[in-house]
């Protein structure tokens, strides 16, 4: 069965896209923990940090430089913050492997 993110990259899905290329998508979080919370996401389906090869260094390079784009372009010059959570106990809900940009906000250490 596709995961949530599957279907929003099918646009089975409604989602405010932020950024998309060939191989990557950006949308904004439904539920924000921060004024800016953007998902960047691989278009190929990953599950989790778990499951990346060799074969994934330029799909997650590319990923984390769109994140930074966008932290430009949504005017994040005092900081943001890039997650990834991996499996259950990571905090892991969605098994699509995603970015959460943060930003907007003074982030607080230690997160969760």
């Known amino acids: 069965m596709p995961s ?10 409604p ?10 998508l950006a949308f904004r979080d439904i539920s924000p923990k921060a004024p ?3 998902l960047i996401i691989p ?4 599950m989790s940090l778990d499951d990346l090869n060799d074969e994934d260094e330029q799909t997650v390079g ?12 949504e005017g994040l010059t005092n900081g943001y ?11 892991q ?5 995603h970015f959460h940009l943060l930003g907007g906000r ?3 250490w230690p997160p969760g």
Request: charged share 30%; proline share 2%.
């Open 4 to 13: 949530i993110f599957t279907k929003i990259i099918d646009r089975e899905i």
């Open 15 to 24: 989602a405010d896209i932020v950024f998309e290329d060939d191989t990557c």
């Open 36 to 38: 800016t919370h953007i």
């Open 43 to 46: 278009k190929r389906e990953i």
């Open 62 to 73: 590319r990923c984390v430089m769109v994140a930074a784009k966008i932290a430009a372009s």
């Open 81 to 91: 913050r890039l997650v990834v959570n991996c499996g259950n106990d990571g905090g």
């Open 93 to 97: 809900e969605v098994p699509h492997l």
């Open 106 to 108: 003074k982030m607080t």
